[in-house]
């Protein structure tokens, strides 16, 4: 029991936007702790862009999920740009990729690393994450999770609250701030367990349970990334680099040369904010989508071959003849009339 002039006890969570983060708070709350929360920003969440701007998710609510718990939960969250320090997570992960590009285990390091800077620098006690032993295959694993621990320097101050009675009592256990009693002992890749607690604590809405956010998880975007890191002198990028590959068809023409072409008026428009830093084609003579040109044309049928491509996707493509404009950086134009490229000839190899 918690006398009346004990110190109370600070924890920051780290929040993913996640029904299991939004449990760990709410469990640790119950207890009179003062939560914050923290979400390193790091360019590769979905939420951030492609649920935003494709029409076809235009009935799904937009709200970034992260702020959204933090506000249902009545705690401050503190976002943090990490995009440059996340850079040498992903390119030389110690611990390797998941099934695509995905560095679950290093990145789970990283995030709980920052959030021990966080602490010390904000006077916090504690982290706690939503973590449940077994739920994935690479950071989340029993014998991975005390490799987070130990490589994060989180060691004695990381609390799992949906877990904590698989592992071992950390510290704000074994000195009392938190009670283990009143914690979980949640295993296993199954969701039920969280669904009920949710429900007791009369969560109705929240994200779809093991949806996960992050685009590295992705077999189609990963495939792009690799394209783009094989076709690219080095291996870096910046964060419009990661947000154009989830937009749009990319054809991967010839290795110095990929184009973009626009899905759906959503992905068009917000296509457009890149018109200053790529060479744009868009027709003229019938609606259809914008492309980006990532590259250079070093001949006039590389040029032709991507016209003609981009007249397919038009509502002129069962026409003899499309007109396009090719727009510089500078914004300068040029017109072009050139056939629609027939479906049998567009090679499967161009398209990533």
């Known amino acids: 029991m918690k006398q009346q002039h004990e110190k109370q006890r600070k924890a920051v969570a780290l929040i ?25 920003f790091t360019g590769f969440c979905v939420e951030g862009h492609t649920h935003a701007v494709r029409k076809k998710h235009k009935d799904k609510q937009k709200r970034n999920n992260a702020l959204w718990v933090a506000e249902q939960l009545g705690i401050k969250l503190h976002i943090v740009d990490v995009v440059d320090e996340y850079k040498e997570i992903l390119l030389n992960p110690v611990h390797g990729y998941g099934k695509n590009v995905n560095p679950c285990l290093d990145c789970k390091t990283f995030m709980v690393k920052k959030a021990v800077e966080w602490i010390k620098e904000h006077d916090f006690d504690f982290i706690i994450t939503g973590e449940v032993v077994g739920q994935r295959p690479m950071s989340q694993r029993r014998e991975s999770m005390p490799i987070v621990a130990k490589e994060s320097g989180g060691d004695d101050l990381l609390v799992r609250p949906l877990s904590a009675k698989q592992l071992p009592p950390t510290l704000p256990e074994r000195e009392g ?30 994200a779809q349970p093991a949806g996960g956010c992050c685009m590295l998880t992705d077999e189609n975007y990963a495939v792009k990334l690799q394209d783009m890191w094989t076709n690219r ?7 419009d680099d990661i947000i154009i590959l989830k937009m749009g068809r990319h054809f991967r023409m010839a ?6 072409i626009g899905r759906e008026e959503g992905e068009n428009n917000f296509m457009q904010g890149y018109k200053n830093q790529f060479v744009s084609i868009f027709p003229t003579s019938h609606l259809g989508a914008l492309c980006l040109v990532d590259g250079e044309f070093k001949s006039a049928e590389g040029l032709n ?12 493509k069962n026409s003899a003849e499309v007109t396009l404009s090719v727009r510089q950086m500078d914004g300068t134009e040029q017109e072009y009339t050139i056939a629609p490229m027939a479906a049998d000839a567009i090679k499967k190899e161009w398209l990533i």
Do not use: C
């Not at 936007?17 to 390193?40: C, P, R, T, W, Y």
């Not at 002198?233 to 964060?239: A, I, T």
């Not at 071959?305 to 002129?316: D, E, T």
């Open 16 to 40: 993913s936007g996640g029904l299991d983060s939004m449990l760990a708070v709410k469990v640790i709350q119950e207890q009179g702790i003062h939560v914050e929360g923290v979400n390193f």
């Open 177 to 206: 701030w938190v009670d283990r009693e009143k914690l979980y002992d949640f295993s296993g890749r199954t969701r039920k367990p969280q669904m009920a607690l949710a429900a007791q604590f009369a969560f109705k809405d929240y």
């Open 233 to 239: 002198p080095s291996r870096d990028y910046e964060l």
């Open 255 to 260: 290795p110095h040369l990929k184009i973009i």
């Open 305 to 316: 071959q991507a016209l003609a491509l981009v007249a397919r996707y038009s509502q002129g």
